[in-house]
């Protein structure tokens, strides 16, 4: 199974650490109150939306033609989905988070900002190389332009620790 899981672990596993550099080198003041307002709306946007993502890809075989492409086994599917829903769940409880700066919060919103334009690169990417649709390709530049407007959000509700 280790073997099926490499891609991910690679690409999120960077995701990961740029996320808690992120978290651990930027801090938010007490008195930014309104925009970790607006970082946790953004965030609330881009859960909804790779929840959709997500669900697309499950539905889709993702894991399966993942694997088909980059000749690996396949991921089980039911591991993709509870890794998914898991930190579905992480981004949920980070939401209350974000507005009151926990830095544990700002690390899984940082992640989902990096992940999410992660995706909107890659899902294109991995459809020409299939030489058609890939599973996730239709939600990927939603969840890339929320992540996006996340990472704006955040950068302005945090600032870098001098």
Request: hydrophobic share 60%.
């Amino acid at each position: 199974m280790l073997l099926s899981l490499l891609p991910s672990i690679v690409v999120l596993g960077l995701a990961a650490t740029a996320a808690i550099a992120l978290a651990l080198t930027r801090t938010s003041q007490t008195e930014h109150t309104a925009q970790r307002r607006e970082a946790a709306n953004a965030l609330a946007l881009a859960l909804i939306l790779q929840g959709i993502h997500f669900a697309e890809e499950a539905l889709t075989g993702f894991p399966e033609r993942l694997a088909q492409l980059l000749d690996l086994p396949a991921m089980p599917m039911s591991f993709f989905v509870v890794f998914n829903v898991t930190w579905l769940g992480i981004w949920v409880v980070s939401i209350p988070g974000i507005r009151s700066a926990h830095t544990g919060a700002f690390f899984a919103a940082w992640f989902l900002a990096i992940a999410g334009i992660i995706n909107g690169v890659a899902h294109p990417l991995l459809a020409v190389a299939s030489g058609g649709y890939f599973p996730g390709l239709v939600s990927s530049p939603f969840i890339a332009v929320a992540a996006i407007w996340l990472w704006q959000r955040l950068s302005r509700a945090t600032l870098s620790r001098s």
